[in-house]
Structures are given as C-alpha cells and as structure tokens.
C-alpha cells in the first residue's frame, strides 16, 4: 500500500438517512457522520531530503481509520473509497462523547517490519481526539498527531546481519501500539522475550517505525548502532520527537587505521556496501605487480589493500554517464563529484549521495600524462588480457574549458607505475 505525506487530510461520510425503533421512548439515533481531520504541526512531520526528496503522505483507496468514543467499547471503521471516508455503522451519541481516531487501526504491529520505505505509512501512527465533548450530530472535527517516529537504517557492510530490537526505559521490549481513547494516543505494547522490529542482511537502507515521545534503546542483536559515526544506544528522557526521522548505521562511514609505516590513514567509505578509501595516495607509484601484494608484503601492510576493479566502477560507484554531447550526467546511487581547479592543481572530489553518507568525501589527485593531459587513473587489482586494470578518469584542457573524456577502466602493461589508492583490508 503505496503512501505518501501531507499535511491536512479529509475524512467523510455520507449523512445517512434517520434509523429510531418502533418504542417512541427511546431516543432517535442517527447513524453517520462526517468528520474532518487534520495532522497538526505540519513543520515537524517526517521529511526526507536526502535522495527521496520530501516525503509526503496521502491515502489510498480502501484504508481505513477507525474512530471511537469514550461511550462505547468498540470502533467505526471509514473507509476511503478514493474520494472520501465513508462508515455504514457509525452511530451519533444520545449525550456529548469524546471522540478519537487512530490510523492506520487501534492495533499496529510493529514486530517484523519489511524495512521498505513504501511501507512506513502502513504503519505510521497518528490520533487524536475532538477539541470538546460532542454527540457527533453537526459532525467531528480531529486533530490528529504523529505517535511515532522513523529510524533510517543503513547497513554499511555486505556481509553485515540486522537484527534490529527497541527497549523501553523499564528494559522491556518494544513489540507494537495499542490505541488508547483516554489519551487520545496510542500505548506501546510490551514483551519480555526479546522482540525484532527488523531482520535483514547485507548493505542498504531500512527503514523501521518504533514509538516516539518516550526514552527508548535501540539495537542491532547485542551491538550498538552508530549516529554520525558516534555510538548511539539510548534516547534522551522524552525519546525521538514524532513525526522525524532519524539516519542511524550499523557501523562507522569514517575511520583511521595504521599501515606498517607507523601512519595513522583516514579512510571513508562513499556508498553502502563499498570500500574503505584511504584519504591519501600511496606515496609512490607502483607496478601492478607491487600494487597487489597482499598482507605483510603490501606497501602498507596487513591493514591495506588495492580495491578490485569491481569494487570502483560501475553504476553506484565511482561512475559517470554521458548524454549525447558527452557531458557527463549524474547515474541514480553513484556519488556526485566536483572538479576543483586550485592554482593550477585539479583535484576531483566524489561525495556520497546515500543516506549516511552525505557528508563523506573522497579526493583524488591528478598526474599528467606523457602528451600533458591530467588524468585520475589509479591501479586495481583486476586484470584484463594479460594486463592490469587501472581505474581512470580521463580529463584533458581545451582553449575554452576543461574537459572530463571518460570515467572507466583499462588495460595496461602490468609494468607501468601508476598511482594507488588503498582501500582497508577487512
């Protein structure tokens, strides 16, 4: 069930036709209503500006919200028959009530959650309830308020296992919400056995609904998860604030290690799934054959390695299109990149564009060529026919401007010294 967010919303019935019984001395009960709801503070509902743009919500047909009052036990459910809400069943009050609706039910379960942004809305809890008592004769009016809020997961590592479970305070865990028409809110419902929201397994980006407005830990099996590549484990007192979401991954995006040198490198890594880059180049250029040494007898030992040819190129990674022209054009998931001209010096900058990794850089430094061309090219482990693979960027100046001519791999004499980019050895 495909949703998106905004900010008001209409939910109707059809104004039925008066239904009394045959003994006059009861009072006359009308049947139907309509009620007008609205999602208060549309400032704070959930926004994604990363890849997806604003995430807005709007109702399908056949969902169903399910209204209440503190007159009777059960609910009315209204249905969206993709113009407007309609209820057969719902029933005015003889005296005032206090009205409550609940979306998507009164009974949400949060266990076993798909992880796909498409589904967030199935469970995507708002409430509400009437500013004052009323029988429901001139129709309900329902501010309704997000209950929940979204964590944004991304697996970084391919062989990376999700298992993801929320505590509350009292150390109990989180397994889904119960409306609650005293509160006009939703309670969260509890296990002692441990409960898992989410289960998957490899790089990506998951999404979970878990409640909002009180103090809650989260975790990946016994692991902690990681927000700005600081741990992060617990909430503050008054929990994640309803209707945000919130990007947290299942390790660190940046880093350091040492190499047999005695350096400390930083490395960062631009995609899900990818490699660890280093920060900086080998010092000098090297064959293929030194370039894919591995553990102690790599240039900087154990902790290193050159990245596969694989590992670089291709859609997602450090890769460019072309339009007609042969201008290069972004690819959908690969990170974008900026050529940067500092006295006379170009340098390419790639940054990530996944969530998580949007603040991760990559710069890689030029050499000239023998014919005076600048190009980017740097060894991977790969071969291709008998030579190695280098990854390469081709960049050349005309009279008017500069000019990117290729993002790609290629064969090369196993013999030739070329720059090398390391990546760390996990």
Not at 74 to 89: E, H, L, Q
Not at 153 to 171: E, F, H, Q, R, Y
Not at 408 to 424: A, C, Q
Request: with cysteine.
């Amino acid at each position: 069930m495909k949703k998106i967010l905004y900010s008001v919303f209409m939910l109707a019935t059809m104004v039925l036709a008066a239904c009394s019984s045959d003994d006059t001395t009861e009072p006359v009960v009308k049947r139907g209503m309509v009620l007008k709801a609205n999602v208060e503070d549309t400032d704070t509902r959930a926004t994604i500006t990363d890849t997806e743009g604003k995430w807005k919500f709007a109702f399908a047909t056949k969902d169903k919200v399910n209204v209440g009052n503190d007159k009777v036990e059960s609910y009315y459910t209204f249905t969206n028959d993709g113009t407007v809400f309609k209820s057969t069943d719902a029933k005015q009050t003889t005296e005032a009530a206090n009205w409550c609706a609940f979306f998507p039910r009164e009974e949400i379960d949060l266990r076993n959650q798909s992880g796909d942004f498409a589904d967030v809305a199935n469970k995507y809890a708002l409430a509400g309830a009437t500013a004052s008592a009323t029988t429901g004769s001139d129709g309900l009016t329902v501010t309704m308020k997000a209950k929940v809020a979204v964590l944004r997961i991304v697996g970084v590592n391919n062989d990376d296992i999700l298992d993801i479970s929320v505590k509350t305070a009292d150390g109990k865990y989180v397994s889904g919400l119960t409306a609650d028409k005293k509160s006009a809110g939703f309670r969260v419902d509890k296990s002692d056995p441990k409960v898992s929201l989410l289960s998957k397994q490899g790089a990506g980006v998951y999404y979970v609904v878990v409640p909002a407005g009180e103090k809650i830990s989260v975790y990946n099996g016994e692991k902690s998860l990681y927000s700005d590549n600081k741990s992060m484990s617990t909430t503050k007192a008054d929990g994640l604030k309803a209707g945000k979401y919130y990007t947290l991954t299942t390790g660190m995006t940046k880093g350091s290690a040492e190499n047999k040198l005695g350096e400390t490198i930083s490395w960062v890594q631009l995609w899900a799934g990818g490699p660890k880059f280093a920060t900086k180049n080998v010092a000098e250029e090297l064959d293929w054959y030194e370039a894919t040494e591995r553990g102690d007898k790599y240039v900087w030992g154990a902790n290193w390695r050159t990245p596969t040819a694989d590992e670089v190129f291709g859609e997602g990674k450090l890769y460019r299109g072309f339009d007609d022209d042969y201008h290069p054009i972004p690819i959908a998931g690969s990170p974008s990149f900026s050529l940067v001209n500092e006295n006379g010096e170009y340098t390419i900058t790639f940054t990530g564009v996944q969530p998580g990794y949007t603040n991760n850089k990559l710069i890689l430094y030029n050499k000239i060529d023998k014919d005076g061309n600048s190009t980017f090219d740097f060894w991977t482990s790969g071969e291709k026919n008998q030579f190695g693979r280098v990854y390469g960027i081709k960049f050349g100046i005309t009279v008017r401007h500069e000019v990117i001519g290729a993002f790609d791999t290629w064969g090369i004499d196993k013999t030739n010294k070329f720059l090398v980019r390391p990546v760390l050895n996990e």
